[in-house]
């Protein structure tokens, strides 16, 4: 793709090759230091969303990007630095490419992927390299190769979503994306429930509410020795070790609704003690104050007494 590109700046509209080579260049600079935004709109708006207009509108924007460069490579040149402060997508793009089946199938699917990108590497550039015409001047005549990389835009876009986008429910790329976010919801709601009031997670509070039998014991937490874990992020990486592929991913889900209904229990048992202590305590109150009064009659009975008498 670069290469077809850098040639169609220098061919068709003058650009001279230093200036291409810096063209280039400079993306992958700003590409490394503009990692951390990603995860940041991950955040904000899910792991899937994120994900899924990212590249429906990047499969958009390089299409109309590339018909425009016939006649200007600006939009190309625009598109290529906006692109690059998104740049942590590629890692979970990675991500997702190596965990939306079983390990089994995952396996011979790589091998695959591996076999055709090898084979398809030894013609690909000479393939494109027969299309492309350095002196076309026409405007059929630049679309030419244009259209054949939209059609293969496309030929993505139809494979990852009407493909392998949601499997069966289980598996899919769309599916392990929703598996992270999910479990991130309902992992930071049994956080603050097993955290509650301190933010802190002891070994005593890990087997209270029973994630010992539900997840992992607490020796095999990372947190034996200090006592606790006092980072979400910690947490979060226990799940997330047990999330080693879609079928896992769907247990840990489950086990995480064990758990918040667990902990729902023991708040509720712990909340009725306390109003039992409160009722308790509020009627020995009373009974302490009843008994007070009723010695106060008492004595003044007994100190009225003798006057009526008299």
């Known amino acids: 793709e670069n290469v077809m590109t850098g040639g169609i700046y220098m061919a068709w509209h003058g650009w001279s090759q230093p200036v291409i080579t810096t063209v280039f260049f400079w993306p992958q600079i700003i590409s490394m230091f503009a990692m951390p935004i990603w995860p940041k709109i991950e955040a904000k708006f899910g792991n899937y969303r994120t994900f899924s207009y990212y590249v429906r509108a990047t499969f958009l924007i390089r299409a109309l990007c590339y018909l425009a460069i016939v006649v200007t490579p600006m939009p190309h040149f625009i598109m290529l630095y906006s692109l690059c402060w998104f740049s942590g997508f590629g890692a ?8 939306f089946v079983e390990p089994e199938m995952m396996q011979r699917f790589q091998s695959a992927q591996w076999v055709m990108g090898y084979f398809m590497g030894m013609w690909v550039h000479p393939f494109y390299a027969t299309l492309f015409d350095a002196s076309a ?6 679309l030419y190769p ?8 496309l030929g993505n876009y139809i494979a990852l979503f009407y493909g392998i986008w949601d499997i069966d429910g289980v598996e899919g790329c769309g599916v392990s994306l929703k598996v992270l976010d ?6 930071t709601i049994l956080w603050g429930m ?18 010992h039998e539900i997840f992992v014991p607490w020796e095999m937490t990372g ?3 200090q006592g606790a874990i006092y980072d979400f992020y910690h947490f979060i990486g226990i799940l ?13 889900l489950k086990k995480l609704d064990i758990a918040i209904w667990k902990a729902q229990e023991v708040h ?8 039992e202590a409160e009722a308790r305590e509020a009627a020995g109150t009373e009974g302490e104050h009843g008994r007070q009064e009723g010695e106060h009659g008492r004595q003044e009975g007994e100190h009225g007494w003798p006057e009526g008498e008299h």
């Open 92 to 99: 979970k793009r990675g991500f997702v490419d190596n965990r």
């Open 137 to 142: 001047s026409t405007l059929i005549q630049r």
């Open 146 to 153: 244009i259209l054949w990389y939209v059609s293969a835009l």
């Open 182 to 187: 999910e479990g991130g919801r309902k992992g």
């Open 194 to 211: 097993a955290t509650h009031p301190d933010g802190v997670l002891t070994a005593e509070r890990w087997h209270l509410y029973g994630l």
């Open 223 to 225: 947190a034996a020795e």
């Open 240 to 252: 997330s070790s047990l999330n080693n592929s879609p079928k896992a991913g769907q247990e840990v």
């Open 268 to 275: 509720k048992y712990f909340t009725a003690q306390k109003h």
